[in-house]
């Protein structure tokens, strides 16, 4: 019998056996993803599977599953070939396309040692519209932006420049022109889409320039200061829309409700993202071995930081503030005067604490504060 003739029966394509055997049943079988090893998760591609290599000094290829690969300015270090380890690796990327264009985003896990206590001062940080950051310390942090116009209305594009202001105004009317002629449920024309798509790169230059200068700001303070001082602000709150009057001698109108004027002021607010700024001190004081500590935000701007009293009428306009008492009459910048309260907030122990309860995030004041005469 010949080496053939003694082989085991095989299958074909068909699965059908070549002797003449009932096939065998056929099993489905999943085909891999493509880029990635068969049952691997796409969260889980590492740098080896990225394959990422550095052309040279400014320009980097990653392989991204399911696009190929794809060219990238590098600009920062990455934990790639003998820099990567167990310990400092790259984990993941994803490709994100905003106003300004594509852009790679790389998850690296690092180990880090933890950092010593910072020595630094401790200081109190009022959050206000005029000033952006005011210290307890008078070393206030201002972008040199106005919020307001020459007519005290809010200025919703301060982080562009005159000239890119103009450029903007002649788009927004240009945008409006050419929505004219389009009908009711028609197709945005190329044109118009492209003006839409200027429009959208200067508000992303604009949101850009802010965002660096709260990274700025932050990572000095986190670097400065051992113990950062905020008071808790209920920001949903503040930018809250009024509520409508009714008219009670006309049914179906309704009365002045200062809409208009508190639309101007939320979107003050807005963009100064005081929440994003807390966020960005939380994590880089966490590095720095700093601290950053919440105290309650009601009376600390109308509170007079050198007596302790509150006296009706003493915040006598947004900057001024000017207290009332007979015995005092103290006089200093409003929002500097609410960060020395909020620093006082923290030494007296009125603070904020975290307390977990049945899943959820809960707070709670240490204990209350009283006036006190002298500080």
Request: glycine share 8%.
């Amino acid at each position: 019998m010949s080496a053939a003739a003694r082989r085991s029966p095989q299958h074909t394509a068909t699965g059908a056996p070549r002797d003449g055997a009932a096939p065998a049943p056929r099993t489905h079988r999943t085909p891999p993803r493509c880029g990635l090893p068969p049952q691997a998760p796409r969260q889980a591609a590492d740098h080896t599977l990225l394959n990422i290599v550095r052309v040279h000094r400014r320009w980097g290829m990653v392989n991204i599953p399911k696009v190929g690969r794809v060219r990238f300015r590098w600009t920062k270090d990455l934990p790639v070939g003998r820099r990567a380890n167990t310990d400092n690796r790259i984990t993941g990327a994803r490709l994100v396309k905003d106003a300004l264009g594509w852009h790679i985003a790389f998850r690296v896990q690092t180990l880090e040692a933890k950092p010593q206590p910072h020595q630094g001062p401790e200081v109190g940080i009022d959050a206000g519209v005029n000033i952006p950051l005011a210290l307890s310390n008078k070393d206030h942090q201002d972008h040199g932006r106005p919020p307001r116009l020459p007519d005290q209305t809010a200025d919703r594009d301060k982080w562009l420049t005159e000239k890119e202001k103009a450029k903007l105004l002649t788009l927004e009317r240009q945008a409006a022109h050419q929505r004219s002629f389009r009908k009711k449920g028609e197709k945005t024309s190329r044109r118009l889409q492209h003006t839409y798509d200027q429009i959208k790169q200067l508000r992303a230059k604009a949101t850009r320039r802010a965002l660096d200068w709260q990274h700025q700001t932050t990572t000095y303070l986190a670097r400065t200061y051992g113990t950062v001082v905020v008071e808790q602000l209920n920001i949903l709150g503040m930018t809250k829309a009024p509520k409508p009057k009714p008219d009670p001698d006309n049914e179906g109108n309704y009365l002045r409700n200062g809409a208009k004027a508190k639309a101007g002021t939320n979107r003050s607010l807005t963009q100064e993202a005081w929440g994003r700024t807390v966020m960005m001190l939380t994590y880089k004081l966490a590095r720095c071995g700093g601290e950053l500590v919440r105290v309650p935000a009601p009376y600390t701007s109308q509170r007079c930081s050198a007596c302790g009293f509150i006296t009706p009428g003493s915040r006598e306009t947004q900057e001024l503030f000017a207290c009332k008492n007979t015995e005092c009459g103290w006089t200093a910048n409003a929002d500097w005067n609410a960060a020395r309260n909020i620093l006082h907030l923290y030494r007296i122990g009125h603070v904020i604490t975290e307390i977990p309860a049945a899943g959820r995030r809960g707070r709670r004041a240490g204990k209350t504060v009283k006036p006190v005469a002298e500080r």
